[in-house]
């Protein structure tokens, strides 16, 4: 007898599997279950939040306003929840999860403290066998992984880690008792948008801070004033209004690209837009300016020459801080845009080193601290990782997952990371994955309106599979081959392909290298999507 069949013997028998509590994976539990759907979730953590339950580092908050990260099928849902501020912290975040998962009764259908190990498709019945490490199989026609598109993070990072004395913590594994770094000498080890709020939220606690920077990041100073009742009233009443933007928008929020071109703005009319924009103090600047600083040098010269004018200030013209601080060799924007809250000004406390780690890299960690390449070894007694994601690919290439003939996700993105809309795999039967490669959701979005998106798409195609008796779905290899050719024609008329960055698959080596994120935006995506389903789901093998 074979071992798939061995297993399927002692399974609990489901139609679908969902694997993530997190806001794609909370929303897709609930459709499915509305349709009467015999699901079940499957999550890592003790509770759901997915990142928010996850990253809980100091400084961890939005940079989505409150009011349009949201869920947007159920007006009272949204109406009946008020966010404090207009970027809420972590905590709060968790909250409004837990609030959601309650309200419509959610955590019992859900394993917790459970990690999927392997799933494996079955060509003979058509389904997935689902194995966890804790012992239990699922027999399942749909796989669905809603795993977030950073939730793969990247710990084991230097020699030596485990030798060290003091502590040691990666943010995206920030423990729930916290880390008593106040009045410590404390390391960062980057300066991404999660490295930035870190240093931003602990440097006026510890006794001494040195951050070890790779990559200088342009930032938009944050601009988060609390909400008042009325401010929340004022925004409930525009539930309509801020779903129809974040539906319609480039990138799913409640601003867009509608400044007009670029090409035919003076620079004074440009220079206005940016500083309005940069006065806005949200991601508006990098989202909502001009469509040609993605894809045209000169413009992208112009914002990130405006940019770091900004940052020269700050920083009161400190040339090694400029210099080590403010990017020269890639522009605003084709990195992901940190918001930030007096970040470039903890630099000027006496209290605060910095390593430049590209002129003298880690080679390792001691019981004592962090060596450089130089010989140079400093003695922290906390040593905090910021050091980032297996972007989009990771949370999936993790687990076994063996789609027909035994082929496997891990082996086959290893050689070339390839889906059709970021939904499906060719090979893959009845697996369905949001938050993955080559849609708007890998990382140019908000991430509600897109997550939503996708989970409905999911739950509408399986709603219409069960209308039509059919068991399994796929697309053709020409259905995927069109998209991933659609995809990076978009994607290297742009200027993100450029540059190195976790966009392209940069920071993990050995990573093939694509851009992870659709560019088209976010309506021509939906639009797409849309249209699949009204052909009938032409391009896709269906049985």
Excluded at 54 to 73: C, V
Excluded at 272 to 283: F, K, P
Excluded at 318 to 342: A, M
Excluded at 431 to 447: D, E, G, I, R, V
């Amino acid at each position: 007898m074979s071992e798939s069949s061995v297993a399927q013997q002692g399974a609990q028998k489901v139609e679908a599997i969902v694997v993530g509590a997190g806001v794609a994976g909370l929303f897709q539990v609930n459709r499915l279950r509305e349709m009467g759907v015999k699901v079940h979730g499957i999550e890592a953590g003790s509770g759901v939040g997915g990142t928010w339950y996850w990253n809980r580092y100091p400084g961890a908050r939005f940079d989505s306003q409150g009011e349009i990260y949201q869920y947007w099928f159920d007006e009272q849902l949204y109406k009946s929840w008020k966010p404090s501020e207009r970027f809420p912290a972590q905590p709060e975040t968790e909250k409004w999860l837990n609030y959601v998962a309650d309200k419509l009764d959610l955590k019992k259908e859900y394993s917790f403290g459970t990690k999927v190990e392997s799933a494996k498709f079955n060509e003979s019945t058509g389904r997935w066998t689902v194995q966890t490490d804790q012992g239990e199989t699922f027999d399942t026609q749909f796989f669905i992984t809603c795993c977030g598109m950073l939730s793969a993070p990247l710990t084991e990072m230097f020699p030596g880690q485990n030798t060290f004395k003091g502590q040691l913590v990666h943010t995206a594994r920030w423990p729930k008792e916290g880390v008593d770094y106040k009045g410590k000498r404390v390391a960062v080890v980057g300066i991404g948008a999660t490295g930035i709020q870190v240093i931003q939220t602990i440097a006026p606690d510890v006794d001494h801070l040195t951050v070890y920077v790779r990559t200088p990041q342009y930032i938009t100073p944050m601009r988060n004033p609390k909400y008042t009742e009325a401010d929340n009233k004022q925004l409930h009443a525009r539930f309509e209004e801020l779903k129809k933007q974040c539906h319609t928008s480039f990138a799913g929020f409640d601003y867009d690209l509608d400044n007009g071109s670029w090409h035919d703005a003076t620079h004074e009319q440009r220079q206005a837009v940016y500083e309005r924009l940069w006065q806005d103090g949200s991601l508006s600047l990098w989202l909502a300016a001009y469509p040609e600083i993605f894809s045209v040098q000169e413009a992208s010269d112009d914002i990130s020459n405006f940019v770091r004018a900004k940052m020269r200030a700050r920083l009161k013209n400190d040339p090694k801080l400029c210099d080590l601080l403010i990017p020269k060799d890639y522009g605003f924007g084709t990195h992901r845009v940190p918001l930030e809250t007096k970040y470039l000004e903890v630099y000027l406390q006496p209290n605060v080193d910095t390593v430049d780690v590209k002129k003298t890299p880690i080679v390792g960690i001691t019981p004592k601290g962090i060596k450089t390449s130089d010989g140079t070894e400093l003695e922290f007694d906390v040593i905090i990782l910021a050091t980032g994601f297996d972007a989009g690919s990771g949370a999936l290439t993790r687990i076994n997952i063996e789609g027909r003939g035994g082929r496997k996700l891990k082996e086959d993105w290893g050689k070339d990371i390839r889906t059709t809309m970021g939904l499906q795999v060719h090979g893959y039967p009845n697996l369905f994955t949001t938050a993955a490669p080559l849609a708007p959701s890998a990382a140019l979005c908000n991430m509600t309106t897109c997550l939503q998106q996708q989970a409905g798409w999911i739950a509408d195609t399986i709603g219409y599979m069960r209308d039509k008796g059919l068991k399994v779905m796929e697309p053709t290899k020409a259905t995927e081959d069109a998209w991933v050719q659609h995809h990076d024609d978009i994607a290297n008329a742009t200027l993100l392909t450029k540059t190195d960055s976790w966009y392209m698959g940069s920071n993990v080596p050995g990573k093939p290298r694509r851009l992870l994120s659709y560019a088209g935006g976010v309506h021509t995506y939906k639009k797409a999507c849309e249209d699949v389903i009204a052909s009938g789901y032409k391009g896709f093998e269906l049985a």
